[in-house]
């Protein structure tokens, strides 16, 4: 239905190096916001499907689980260790932290709307509520991803190996 080729990679990251696994939670985040921008123009030629459904239990379970412990991670883990490396990333952070307020607000809204879509009491979802959402995770990972980059380079190997560990535990991950 709204799946358009994913993107594939050579390796997968692990828990051993959490940013790269921070990278490709952001990976996922754009994949599936390429498949809401297009799901109004596809639900209005085609309807609610099954394979409508199915795409959007998947983006339902990764925003209400996964989006919210990949902000867990960053918080209380990531944040904190850069901050300590890097002060001068405090500015970025506070921003940051206060956009994933908003993320999870617009989060809230939208998921309403897709949650009535796959219970079949809507078939149609606000394009203007999709393109906030979208906009919303566009500018976090544009002012996020530069302190990634910035902890690969500042925070020392063996506190990154920590960080993993903590952040495979909270999936409760061995």
Known sequence: MINISPTIQTH??????????????????????????????????????QAVKNDVQQILNYFNIAAPLHHDDEEKDFFPALINVAPQAQVNVDELERQHIKLHENWTALSAQLTALIQETSVTVDSHLIAQFIAGYDVHIALEEPLFEMGKQLIPAEQLEAMGKIMAARRKIN
């Open 12 to 49: 997968s990251p692990s828990w051993a190096d959490p940013i790269e696994m921070l990278y490709a939670c952001h990976g996922r985040v754009k994949n599936f916001c390429r498949q809401l921008r297009i799901l109004p123009d596809y639900l209005e030629k085609n309807g609610v499907n």
